[in-house]
Structures are given as structure tokens and as C-alpha cells.
């Protein structure tokens, strides 16, 4: 039995360390050997897909083993419908960022490889780990390669969007880690076993109240700043456009969904009675940031900073979603969590392929460039739509199925949130309307040349799943369907034990 | 079956997607493949038609398509006679208007992209009829928006064709906004989406929820037809190429929310109050449309405001109940539209672009058969006793008359009298007044080839004789409507009596006085290009400037809600919470700062601070 | 025959004069020797404390710390020789490069 679900983990990390042994000057065997450990690790999660049994909802691919016995801190990896997709989604995406970041970054190379790997690694662990412990190490392990990756190859305001990142995030996360310590002892208290075992934590039944509500909120607030939930995302704009492309397309793609992750794997199961009670605050703010972030986009005179503001109106659909705590809402969310990781990705290496060429981000320095570079505008286009939720694309199944999901919790709140996709299109299509349509303005977008192999390489796999997932749907939300179900169950059933 | 079904579809998408791909190696030859692709589309759905059994409802499923938990949809169509009729519209006139675009468009540098934009459009709009649920529907409603968005900035160089483009679909999604509202209510209430199903629910649905549902509903409707107050994309929407106003903003597309009400009927006649609204909502934009267009110099800014007018007719005849009458109207409407906007069309290629209605003039001698086609389209508008519009409008009419509306009839009567004056008067200035153009252009005006006059010619043969053949009232309603009978009831008696010959005298009358006031106002004498269009009065510069809804807009919502966002982005959440944010990271500096003057560096200072810390823990042991 | 406390009193005094001097002294080798005064004070209590309680484990700390105050002692004066080197002094008032 081949402990797959490690060996995607560590492979990426393992491979990266010994990058150290290459020399510096070989950078065509860092980029090739790089690449190549990112495509092996997505070959090799391959097999978690095709292997995964939809219909069951329990963990599955699982490996525990002790580790630290007298903690009670174990091993413990695995996967099930929620994590699954995000593994997917993560091996998927470091590809295409590291193809993104091919020719742009030069500047110490070997270490900019040796970074992502290893950030590759914090992140898959982050998804399969099933033990608190496990958890929070990779969940802080992963906070210092990408700390490098804004602070060393970002853009000229880099130190401040890093140390910004570091330090917003740290915030959550050390109370999450009082909070875990508590979970801990409390859980030891009651049945005399001492564990950081998730499945096993999530089976004990905490009795509503002051120490559940705080240790909710000390998750929440990890989790909320990760997310980003307003009013915790003004580390998110800086963060994106200081990052280099290949940290956006990593950072939005996958580090956000981390939050989103975590509410749904421990905040819901492990505190179901604050998860209700709170519920309603959730979705305030999931509203409030879903029509703050798309007005707020509207007006950005900078495509990475409007993209940036774009992710958090988008999270904010899959905030409400979580907290709808219905089998829409919640596969409505968790399929949303992989469209926005796609769509905002590849937004993100698009708008970076344009820098590479412009050296400029500000729509005011564009126009008229479906005449220079129709390919690049035509690619533009869909994944553009894809982003607005346009049906037939990928993000339009999701956002329909958590509106779905929250109209059935409160149809006030469902109707404001949808006025989020009047918005979508108006800051999109404007922002598109300036770059591309139109007579070309500045002289110096007449030399601009269109998509490189390399660049339809990187793209033609996204834009490829954005329409899969748009038509076929399917194929992803029947593996999440067992496990949703089994969770809004558990959610349940603990939450009416006290009643 | 079955087949035949998914082929209607099958094939434009497959031109389509050649296009798009191989659009650069089939360049010129793009026809080759859009064309063929609508006429074997068209073929399929007359099979479709010719097989549809009248009474009974075919649903045919692809795939399973989103799935979550008891949330259950299908790629699934539903086939009964509306649908067929919808098909037979949307393939035939959408394969005319094909043709047609080979040679208005015959030398564009986008020739390939617009035959692929064209073919996805019909792709959208033969699903968006074909659709067996809502979400399907609403797919495809954006879908065909997508494709309008497209087609509208197709001259995408052009600013005016951008903003045009991204308007249409922005208003569009406000419409759509109430649309997806409604079919999550759907959902809620009944727990399907699936037509048969929520049909036969409707009838125990609470009558407060069906209004609300309807009337979301029916805001989809009003933004993809363009009633007021979402009315305002279209005008703009002329943007586009000519054959795109033809087939889109004229002939189908914007016909689709009148399908969409028609279809879901049995939620509108679960509440009275939701009827009304699409009734009344149908009268006022017939009128207000109608005013604007009165005016207009632009040839296609005239066709655009009497498609709008033309809608608010078809609601209306649908809000009053009278389906088969609000269907028929879109069929006709279809041809004469269409007609009209390929002879606008024809004459704007024939005048290498121009548009404007004072520069005009005097074609008749030089495009005769555009000329003739034109005009029998304008009088099928116009309602010519004879012509298919004269019966599809008389069905409306009666409808609202026998129902003991007397009000809207009247209304909808002052609409036609407008309708009659607005159409004569472009007919006249483009064609039978003196010209107006200069030498120059006047020199190089020229007939379209015969690829575009054999669509107008096919057209106008419609129009003269679907009236006749489908829409001659009887006791048992029209030949169009007893077709129709299974999807919609059939009104029996009304057509008949004093009743029916007032409505008709009426109708005439109005047409006669309608052409005759165009007549003496802009044939009688010869009329100077500057007195054409000019804000005489106040009541001109109103309706030349579209009763300023444009301007209001802009000033109430648009800019308003641009400097919010404004005001959201500079100051609250740069000043607001990252400033808090930063003040609390300064905070830390701040206070750091007070503390750091405890370390001196020097090592005594250090080691003293020791001692006592040493002494104090000692006596704090010692004192225990 | 001299009591326990005689020695601790011992100790303490040497601690005290070591202690002043590490306070005092300016000269970095200064406050060397008055650690290793300090040092040796805590040695002379291991010592005593050995002898009265019977117990050898006092010595072997002894014999610890006598090796280790060596290492220090050379470890200590290389970091002064290393300062004068760079700064031309071993005034420890005047190494105040960690002021805050």
C-alpha cells in the first residue's frame, strides 16, 4: 500500500531540498526539474480523484501514525470530499505558476524554486492533515516561504505587504493555537484522553456556551483574516500586488481558500452551536463584503488590485454559503472555493503576462488591444466571464447553488447577495471595456506581441476546466456530495444533542 | 426523435466552435460553414415541427447537469407546439439573415469572428427555447446576452459600440438579477425546476408567493425585452452591425422574455395582480417607445424604438391573457422586423455607412427592391389591412377590447396611430422624398447584391402571407392559436359582431390617419434636411432625447453609486481599516519606543537591574 | 574548630567584593576578574557545604565550575581583545552599541 496522500505532500518539499544541491549557475535544470517535480506531484494526485469513492463519506487514503504519543499528537492524513478538490486544485495550480514565473523571475532563482516547493508542501498539508497538532504546524510552516516569495520577488512596496501578511495572519493564528490548547485540555478533561485527533475531536459533543463561543471565535478570526472576510482583508490588496505573479496565482488559488478550508473542517464540526449562533453575523459580513468588494473593484486604476478586490467579493459568496448549512450552500461554497482559485488564477497570470510585456498594471495605460493581441483577448474574455459568473462557465454553478442554498436561510439576505453579480459584470466588463476594446491609445502597446507557446500552455488547462466544470459539473460536486451530507448531519445532530 | 431535437442546436454550435478555432485558417470561407450550419438547424426544426403532436409534451434529457443534494437539474429539452413554432422563427429567419450577413459583412477583417458569435447566439437561442427547466432557461438567457454583449461591440475599436455592448449587458443582468431571485423562490417553494413540474404545482401555490415569484419573473423579461424601465440598452444596442439588430434586438432574442411569460403562464395566472403588471408595464413602454420614435433621426434608432413599442404590445396582449395573440405578434414581428432592419440595413451599405435619416432621400429610383421590400415591410408595421402585422396587432387589440379593457384599447390604439405616422415617416424620408445627400454620395448609391436581396425578398413574401394564412380570426380563434391550443386556451366567441368590426374600422382608420398625417407633413412638400429631427419645442427635445431616462440614470444611479465606491476605496478602506490597522501596528512602535530607552547598553546598568531582580525574587521567598 | 558559617560568611564577602567590583569597575577585564571572584565565592560555599554534609557531589560541582570559569575566563578575554582590536578601548560604558 503506497501512502499516497504523503508522498503527494512531501514530494514537492522533499524534491525541493535537494534543488539545494544544484548549482546556482544551472538554472535551465532548476526551471526543468522544478516544473517537473509540480507535474509529477499533480500526476501522482491524480489517482486520489479517480480513486476516491464519492459515495462514501468518511475519510479515506488515511495514514496515522504516532508521532509525539505523550501529546497525543499523531500523523494523521487523509482526505474526504472537502479536502479532496482543494488538494486537486493546489498540485494543479503550481504548475501553472511556476510556468508563469518561467522567464520572469531570475533574480535568485534556485531559491525562488526551493520556496514555492516547499510553499507546495505547507499548503498540501494544511489540506490532509487530520490532526490539530499536524495542522498547525503546517498551517504556520506555510506563512514563512510565502513571506519570502512578497518579501524577496515582490514589487517596490514588498517589505510592507510582507511583514502586513505575516503579521495579520500570525494574529489569528496564535489565538487559534490558545484556542487548540483549550480544545485540547478540555477534551482531555472530560474523557481522560489527551489527543489532537480531529476525528476524534469532532465526535465529542462540547456543551454550548462561553468557552465554545470564544474558542469559535478564536478559529473564526484565524480562519475570517485568511479568508479574506471583510473587514479583515486590507492585507489581501498589498499582498497581491506587491506579490510576483506566481505568488498571486498561489496566494489567491490556494492560500485563501485555506480559510475558507478551515471553517469548514473545524469550525462547523468541532463548534456547531457557535457555528448556528453566529451564523447570522457570518453572513452580514459575508454580504456586506461580497457588494463592498465588487464596489470597491469598480473603481481600482490598478487590474491587480481590482482582481484583488474581486477575491474578496467572490469569498464572500462562499462565506454565505458555508453558513447557509444546507447541501446547496455548502457544495454550492466548496465548488466556488475551486472556481474562484481557477477564474482569479488565471486573472492573475493574465494580468501578469500583460505586466511582463507593459511593465504597467494600470488600466488608464491600456486600450484597444484585442487589435494587437486578439488570442491574448479572446482567453481574456472567457476567463473574465468566468469570473462573473456567466452560466455555462464554472463560476456560475457554484454562485447559483450557494444563492440557492442562502435564499432557502433568509431571501432578503439571498437578494442582496445576488446584486452581487450585477456588480461583477459592471466592474469586469468596464475594466475589460478599457484594456481591451477600443482604438489602441498609447504608442507603446503597438509592439505588444501576443501568447507565447508558454503562455498558451499555462492557460489552455485553466480556461479547459473552467468550461468542464461549467458543463459538467458533476464530475466534481459527486465526490463532495456523501461528505457535505455527513457534515451538515454531524452539525446537526450535535447541535440538537443539548436541546 | 430525440435526435432531431439535439441536431437544431448541434449544429450552429459546431459552426460556431470551427470558427473560433480554425477562424484564422477559414478567414473568408466562413460562410461556408455558418450558413449551412442554420440551414441544416432550420431543416431539423421543421422535421421538429412537422413531428410535434399537438396536446402532448416531449421532454428529451441529455445529462444530469448541477446536483446537490434534493437540488436536481438536467440538460433536458421540452418540446410541444410553442416550441416548435419558437424553433421554425429563430432557425428560419436566423438562416435568412445568415445569408443576408455574407454580404453586408462581405469585407469586415472580424468576417470569421462574426459568423462564430453569430452561430453561438443561435446555438443560445435555440437551447434557451428548447430548455426543459428554469436554470437551463436562465442559462441560456444570459447566454444569448453574452452573444448580444459580442455582437454589439463587434466593432469594438468604435468606443460608442463597447460602452454600447457592456450597457446591454449590464442592464441585462439587473433584469436577471430578479430573474435568478425568482427561480430560487421557484425552488423554494416547490423544491423543482423542472416546467412540467412546477406547472402543475403552481396551481397550490400561495398566491402572495406566485406574485413574487411572477414578478421577478417578469423583471428577467423586462431586461432581456426591453420594457421600461430596463428599456434603455436597446437603442444603444444599434451599435452593432446591421444583420445583429435584424436578428437579435429585433427578431428573437428580445422576443425571449415574451416567451418566457408565455411559457410560465401558470405561475403569471395564479396572480392577477402579476398579469396586470405585465399588462400595464406592456401598454406604457408600447406608448413611450412609440413617442420616441416619432422623432428619431437615425434610420436604426427609429426600427429600435418600434421594437421596444412593438414588445410593450406583445406584453400587453400576453398580461391580457391572450397568448396565441402575444406569440402570433412575435411571429410577425419576426418577419416584418427582421425585414425592415435588412432593407435599413441594405440601404445603409448602399450608402457606405450612413445612418441618418436627413441625409437620405430619393432611393426609391436607385434600390428598387429594397425599396419595395422595405416598404412592404413598413406597411406590415404599419398594419395594412392584408399585411401579417394588421392581424396579429388586430388580435391584441381585440383581445383587450373583448375583455372589457377598454382603457388599454384605447391606449394601444393611440400606439398604432404612432406607429402608422413613425413608420410612413422613415419610409418617406428614406425613400420618397427628394434626396438630401450630397452629389458625392448620392453618386455611389448602389442595390445590394442579390445575397442580400434574396433574404429581403423571402422575408417580404412572409409578410404578406403569414397573415393571411394563419391569422384570419373565426369563431375558434386564429389557425395560428388553434395550433397553439394545447399550450395556450383558446378565447372561443369575441370575434364576431359589432364588437370585432369596431375594433377592426378602428384599426384601419387609425393606419389611414397615421400614413396620411406622414404624408402631409413630410410628402406634401418638399422638406429641408435641417427642419427634419430639430427641438422645436420642449415636447421635441423631450422625446428627441428619449424622455432624458439616459441622463436620469446616470444622475440617480451611476454616479452616485461610482462616487460611493469612490469614497469606499480612498477613504474607508484605505483611511478607515487599514488605517486602523496601520495605527495599531504604529501603536506598537510607539510604545516600543517609550520602553527601548530601558536598554542603555551598558553592561552595569544590566547587571545592576539583575541584582535587584535577584534581591526582589529573594525577598519575595524569604517573605513567604 | 571553625563553624559552617564562618566559611558562607566567607563566601558571601568575596561574593560582595566581586559583585562591587563587576558593578563598578569601567575596564571590561575589570568586571572579568570581579566575576571570577564571584565565581570562586560560590565555589567556596560548594566546598564548605561538602565538607559539613559528608557529601562529595559539591566537590565534583566544584571541579565544574573552577573548568568551566576557565573556559570563560578565555572565551572572555578574547571577546575584550577582539573589542579593543575594533574599538581601541575596553571601557564597557563606552560599548554601548545595544542601547536602545
Known sequence: MIPLVSLVTFLPGAAGLALLFVPRRSVGVLRVASLAITLVTFVLSLPLYFGFAGDISGYQFEENRPWMPTLGAAYHVGIDGISLLLVLLTTFLMPLALASAWGVIEDRLKEFMVTILILETGMLGVFVSLDLFLFYVFWEAMLIPMYFIIGVWGGPNRIYAAVKFVLYTMVGSVLMLVAILALYYQYGAATGRYTFDLPVLAQYVMAPGRAQDFMFLAFGLAFAIKVPLFPFHTWLPDAHVEAPTAGSVVLAGVLLKMGTYGFLRFCLPLFPDASLAFGPVVWTLAVIGVIYGAWVSTVQPDMKKLVAYSSVSHLGFVMLGIFTFNQQGLVGSLIQMVNHGLSTGALFLMVGMIYERRHSRLIADFGGLWRIVPAFSALFLVVVLSSLGLPGLNGFVGEFLILVGAFQRNPWLAALATSGIIFAAVYLLWMYQRVIFGEVTRDANLGLTDLTTREWAVLVPVVALIVWIGVYPVAFTGKTEATIEALIAQVEAKASAHR | MSTTVWLIPAFPLVGALLNIFFGGVIGRRAHWIAVPALAGSFLASCVLFANVVPGETLTTTLFAWVVAGDFETSVVAYIDPLTAVMLLVVTGVGALIHLYSVGYMHDDPGYARYFAYMNLFVFSMTMLVLAGNFLLLYVFWEAVGLCSYLLIGFWYTRPAAAQAGKKAFIVNRVGDFGFGLGIMWIWSAMGTLDYDRVFKGAAELPPATATGIALLLFMGACGKSAQLPLHTWLPDAMEGPTPVSALIHAATMVTAGVYMVARSRALFERSPVALEVVAWVGVATALFAATIALIQTDIKRVLAYSTVSQLGYMFTAVGLGAYAAGIFHLVTHAFFKALLFLGAGSVIHGLGGEQDLRKMGGLSSRMVTTTITTTIGALGLAGLPGLAGFFSKDEILAAAFVTGRRGIWALLLLGAFFTAFYTARMLFLAFYSGPRMTREAAHHVHEAPGVMTLPLAVLAVLTVISGVALGIPSEHGTRFARFLAPVFPVHDGGHGGFAALLVLVMAVLVFTAGIALAWVVYMAAPIRADAIGRPKTVVHALLLNAYYVDPLYDRVIVRPLLALSEFLARVFDLRLIDGLVNALGRSVVVWAAGIRHLQTGYTVNYALTMLAGAVAILAFLLSR | ?100
Open chain 3, 1 to 100: 574548630m571553625i563553624g559552617l558559617p564562618a566559611y558562607l560568611i566567607l563566601g558571601a564577602l568575596v561574593f560582595s567584593i566581586g559583585l562591587f567590583g563587576v558593578l563598578t569597575r569601567r575596564n571590561a577585564v575589570g568586571i572579568l576578574l570581579g566575576i571570577e571572584l564571584m565565581l570562586n565565592a560560590v565555589n567556596i560555599n560548594l566546598v564548605a557545604f561538602a565538607r559539613f554534609n559528608g557529601d562529595v557531589a559539591g566537590l565534583v560541582f566544584t571541579l565544574f565550575t573552577i573548568s568551566i570559569t576557565v573556559a570563560e575566563v578565555a572565551v572572555g578575554l578574547a571577546i575584550v581583545i577582539a573589542i579593543f582590536r575594533v574599538r581601541r578601548t575596553v571601557e564597557a560604558d563606552r560599548l554601548d552599541l545595544l542601547r536602545g
